[in-house]
Antibody
Framework: QVQPVQSGAEVKKPGSSVKVSCQAS????????????ISWVRQAPGQGLEWMGR????????QYADDFRGRVTFTADMSTSTVYLEVSGLRSADTAVYYC?????????????WGQGTLVTVSS | SYVLTQPPSVSVAPGKTATITCGGD??????VHWYQQKPGQAPVLVIY???DRPSGIPERLSGSKSGNTATLTISRVEAGDEADYYC???????????FGGGTKLTVL
């Protein structure tokens, strides 16, 4: 199954920033990628899934969940069908796997295709 | 904020039926979606819009909803079904997507 491809694992110091990418792969998937909402989901070690928010590249709309607003930024490069997650002011609690997921349904109600995940480790 | 409640764990013998519930006070007015996540892997959509199955998902997995509880049923459970299962809804008030806490399915 075609799925987005995410950037590799990162190890960061507390207080620094990290930028994770999520790129469409496969011709048909790439052609439509910018039309879909792409959400970011965090999963801390041994914990459940947390929705961080989403971006709709074609209309430039960005939505952040309350718990993440202010420290995360979603951006998109439509020319390469790539979306980005940037987290600033990293702390140990941000150690997690970050997934991008394509929204399904007319309003991205569910997530029908997930990236493989990017492990971000925050450690001094 | 919207809260979805799942049992932390469910155990079932091979060949039997597993039921995983997802409760929320507004589930009756929205659609529920389900994901399977095996260790070290990304989640996979297994049920969307309460009862629909994506292509490639076995008919043994089915979804239902009654009142404010949604249920994922796995018939004729196999060892390969052992995974974490998450329910998820769209909260129409906040426009957020919300996940349940997840249920670990153990095949005995």
């Amino acid at each position: 199954q075609v799925q987005p491809v995410q950037s590799g694992a990162e190890v960061k110091k507390p207080g620094s920033s990290v930028k994770v990418s999520c790129q469409a792969s496969g011709d048909s998937f790439t052609d439509s990628f910018n039309d879909f909402s792409i959400s970011w989901v965090r999963q801390a070690p041994g914990q459940g899934l947390e929705w961080m928010g989403r971006i709709i590249p074609i209309v430039g709309r960005v939505q952040y969940a309350d718990d993440f607003r202010g420290r995360v930024t979603f951006t998109a490069d439509m020319s390469t069908s790539t979306v980005y997650l940037e987290v600033s002011g990293l702390r140990s609690a941000d150690t997690a796997v970050y997934y991008c997921a394509r929204g399904g349904g007319s309003n991205g109600y569910y997530f029908d295709s997930w990236g493989q995940g990017t492990l971000v480790t925050v450690s001094s | 904020s919207y809260v979805l409640t799942q049992p932390p764990s469910v155990s079932v013998a091979p060949g039997k039926t597993a039921t995983i519930t997802c409760g929320g006070d507004k589930i009756g007015s929205t659609s529920v979606h389900w994901y399977q996540q095996k260790p070290g892997q990304a989640p996979v959509l297994v049920i969307y819009f309460d009862t629909d199955r994506p292509s490639g998902i076995p008919e043994r997995l089915s979804g239902s909803k009654s009142g404010n509880t949604a249920t994922l049923t796995i018939s004729r459970v196999e060892a390969g079904d052992e995974a974490d299962y998450y329910c998820q809804v769209w909260d129409m008030i906040s426009d957020y997507r919300v996940f349940g806490g997840g249920t670990k399915l153990t095949v005995l």
